[in-house]
């Protein structure tokens, strides 16, 4: 069954350095998203992406962070500079329609992101 | 008010028993609604997901929504400890990308 990666696994980094969040989505899906989910805490919704551009972003998505499908299968996520709040896990996911309209998303395994 | 409320537990069952889960939603206007299941340091699956009121059963698991109390449940038949995990209730929206996420409710399958 087709699925989507994330790499890496887990990533440290030190505060205020970018990090590049890396997913490759189901090969057909046409939506691809970033969702997070701070320890102990709902996932959250932070951008979608369609047609190579932003489609929604919520507040969390602020000027520290971009997306980016920079060939055929890649989608990433950038954060600039990185504080101890970022820590938490980043999951990209995808769906093959507009997300609503009788179309789950499929989500990857997860990057596990840890600020110091 | 948050667009779904799901209670978090922890909930610790037998094995054999069954399970129910249950979140509320607060959008009459929503149609979907979705289960995730979440094992330890994975990414959620989907596991079930219904379209307006009533019942939707797969093997084990059943979906049920109230649209009049703007509640959903997912029952578990004759849980298995490989049911363990965390299961999240979700609704996509009727427009735009953002779907909603329940906190999650942690569920352990004692054998």
């Known amino acids: 069954e087709p699925e989507v990666t994330q790499t890496p696994s887990h990533q440290v980094t030190q505060m205020g350095q970018e990090v590049i969040l890396r997913c490759v989505p189901i090969s057909n899906h046409l939506y691809f998203y970033w969702y997070r989910q701070i320890l102990g805490q709902k996932v959250e919704f932070l951008v979608s992406?369609?047609?190579?551009?932003?489609?929604?972003k919520s507040e969390i998505f602020d000027d520290q962070f971009s997306v980016e499908r920079p060939d055929g299968s890649n989608f990433t996520l950038k954060i600039r500079s990185t504080k101890l709040e970022d820590s938490a896990m980043y999951f990209c996911?995808?769906?093959?329609?507009?997300?609503?309209?009788?179309?789950?998303?499929?989500f990857g395994n997860g990057t596990r992101l840890t600020v110091t | 008010q948050k667009e779904v409320e799901q209670d978090p537990g922890p909930l610790s069952v037998p094995e054999g028993a069954i399970v129910s889960l249950n979140c509320t939603y607060s959008n009459s206007a929503f149609q979907y609604f979705m289960w995730y299941r979440q094992y330890s340091r994975k990414g959620p699956e989907l596991l079930m997901y219904t379209y307006s009121s009533g019942n939707k059963e797969d093997g084990r698991f059943t979906a049920q929504v109230d649209k009049s109390s703007k509640y959903i449940s997912l029952f578990i038949r004759d849980s298995q400890p490989s049911d363990s995990a965390t299961y999240l209730c979700a609704v996509p929206p009727n427009t735009g990308n953002q779907f909603y996420f329940g906190t999650g409710t942690s569920l352990t399958v004692i054998p």
């Open positions: 992406f369609y047609n190579n551009e932003i489609s929604e």
């Open positions: 996911a995808s769906s093959s329609f507009q997300g609503g309209l009788n179309s789950p998303l499929h």
